[in-house]
Each structure stands twice: as C-alpha cells, then as structure tokens.
C-alpha cells in the first residue's frame, strides 16, 4: 500500500472528520464508544489507514447520519489505494521557452511571423515519428491491470455519485442489507453497528411513550436481525433505560452526558420479536420508573 494519500484517501478522512466534529467527542471519547482505539481513530481520521465498514457503521451511528454514503465513499478510497492511478507525465515545455527563442533574432526553424510576407526561406522537416518498440508481456499485464482497476474504480465512483446526488441524508427504502447478527447472536449488540437499525433490515419501532415535553422511549424491532431493542430520545442525565425479555432477560443504557441527552441512546439487544418484550425509562429525578410494552 502506498504512502501517499489518494485524493478518494483525503475526501474520505475529511468526512469523516467532520462526523467525529459533529458527535462533539475526542478522540478518547470516540475510542470509548466504539469498537476502535484513539490511536486508530487517529489514523483513521487522518487518512493513513481506512477504517473497516462496520466502524464506518458504528461513526455514523453515533453521528444520527445514514451510513450509505459514507460506505460508498470508503469503497471509493479502497479501491483508489488498490489500483492507483499513474500520474500524467510533465508537459513539455512551449518552444517560446527554449533559449534560441529567448535571444537572437528569428532562425530558419522559425516561422514567418503572422501578417509577414514568407521570404522563401527554407524550413526544417518535421522530426520524424518514433520507432514504434515492443512492449513486453510484463508491461501487457500491468496494463490489464491498470485498465480492470480503473473499471472498478470508475463503477464505485458512479455508485458514489448517485448517493451523493440522492441526498447525505436520505436511506434507500429496499437497500438489502445484511445483517451483522441474526437471533441468539445479536444479545447485547448495537442495533446500528449490526446493520439492524437501518430501513434496509425492515426495522420498526413497535410501540413508543412521550414523557414530559420532548422525551420519547421507543420498542423497535428488527425482523431481518430477529432482534429488539429500546431507544430513549431527548432524555434527561441520568435517565435510565431498558428492555426485558419474556424469560426476565434485560439490557438497559443511562444518559451519561449531553451527547446523549441531544441524541437517541439505544440499548443493546435482546434476541427475539417484541411480542412479551417490556420497554421502561426510569428517571433521575426520584427513580420514577414508567413501563409499556407492544
């Protein structure tokens, strides 16, 4: 892999400096909620290494950004660091440049200045072609190479392009995802890092309650994953919620700070449909603890 930073490298690295900058969280910060250390966000986010998707994933989820585009654009970056691309040759420099223009008066190779009769003087021959050399056969499979690479990179950058033009924000309706984790697997997992909370997975929310002015706690359910999961949006610090099985099973998440208080914050997930699943938020202020279920 070469050192140099491709500019598919570069674009991919900004973006996702500008998710980092938007979840308002340190590196350090970053490290601690996902699945990557600070050192390799810090590689990441400076565009010397790309990040696996499922980290591309879990930065975009953390952000309330779709993944499609991003995903899009590190293909891009991974197949420009695949094949890259060889850089054009210098142009050769104009003839006004060379000294014999510079100084002295006109020469026989110079033309007759426009609007000057032609003087009949006579004129170099035009320098004959090159020999035409044959290539290799090494030099033939580079090539074949080259050109399958520059296909590939040509198809991912006319993906790119279509979810650029279609909007950051929008997620295809029947975009086919496959899922990180089906059933018993998905216990304890993230939603999003696991693909089950994108549309593609047929994801729903089942049943929600609204507390107070703005906090909403949603039951969702993934059937593509076989899982569930409870979600709090605009909580308060130190709200708490969770998510209980029918055989007493539980996952739960608090509101440490005020990233999540501005965000959703999920729970991990329970293996199962939402039939017999119980969605609580218990509050911080005096532990009043509210329930529901489907």
């Keep these: 892999m070469s050192d140099e930073l491709t500019l ?3 674009h991919l690295a900004r973006e996702l400096a500008g998710l980092r900058a938007t979840t308002g969280l340190s590196l350090a910060g970053l490290a601690a909620r996902t699945t990557a250390s600070k050192s390799s966000w810090q590689r990441y986010l400076g565009g010397t ?14 952000a309330g ?26 142009p050769a420099p104009p003839a006004s440049e060379e000294p014999s223009r510079k100084t ?27 020999a035409s050399v044959p290539r290799p056969r090494r030099f033939l499979r580079r090539r074949k190479v080259a ?13 790119a392009g279509a979810l650029l033009l279609g909007g950051a924000r929008e997620e295809p309706e029947d975009i086919g995802v496959w899922p990180g984790c089906v059933g018993e697997r998905c216990r304890g997992k993230q939603a999003q890092s696991q693909g089950c ?18 906090t909403v706690v949603e039951l969702r359910y993934s059937p593509t994953c076989r899982a569930s999961w409870v979600r709090i949006r605009f909580g308060a610090t130190g709200d708490r919620i969770e998510i209980t099985g029918p055989d007493k099973e539980s996952q739960s998440a608090e509101v440490a700070d005020k990233f999540d208080a501005q965000n959703y914050l999920p729970t991990p997930m329970l293996a199962g449909g939402p039939e017999g699943m119980t969605a609580c938020l218990v509050r911080a202020d005096g532990g009043e603890r509210h329930c529901f279920g489907q």
């Design 8 to 10: 598919e490298c570069a």
């Design 49 to 62: 290494q790309i990040p696996p998707p499922e980290l591309v994933t879990e930065l975009c989820a953390l």
């Design 65 to 90: 950004e779709p993944p499609a585009r991003l995903l899009a654009l590190r293909e891009l970056a991974e197949l420009s660091r695949r094949h890259p691309q060889p850089r054009p040759a210098p």
């Design 104 to 130: 002295g008066p006109a020469t026989a190779e110079e033309p007759p200045a426009a609007g000057t009769p032609d003087t009949g003087r006579p004129h170099a021959p035009p320098p004959a072609a090159p």
């Design 147 to 159: 050109l399958a690479g520059a296909g590939a990179l040509a198809t991912a950058a006319m993906v």
């Design 197 to 214: 909370g994108l549309k593609g997975s047929g994801m729903r929310t089942v049943a929600e309650r609204e507390y107070g002015r703005q």
